[in-house]
């Protein structure tokens, strides 16, 4: 539970892309993995950029979810105030407590 969101973190939520950079030519690579030579591509997984939201509970990658809990932290610090005065107690900037 972060800032009133549930949030589960899978590892397992990946999309597999395939890495050409080591190719001389990734027209020629294609070209010759249609008659079946073996090329220099290495299939690596990232992490998948969608949230799945499932009776209000959303499922991320980790790396996704911890850039998610930063930028809404980001916007909840915006509207907390730390008065020096009143040793604790946080309020909104518009006056409400919270």
Known sequence: MFEGVQIVEDPRLV????????VRSRARGERRRRYGHRQNVDIRGVP???VFSIGGVLYMHPAIADEAKRLIGAKFAHYAVREPE???EVYMRNGFRW
Do not use: C, H, L
């Open 15 to 22: 999309d597999f892309v395939e890495d050409w950079s080591r």
């Open 48 to 50: 998948k950029r969608d």
């Open 86 to 88: 009143t040793a604790g």
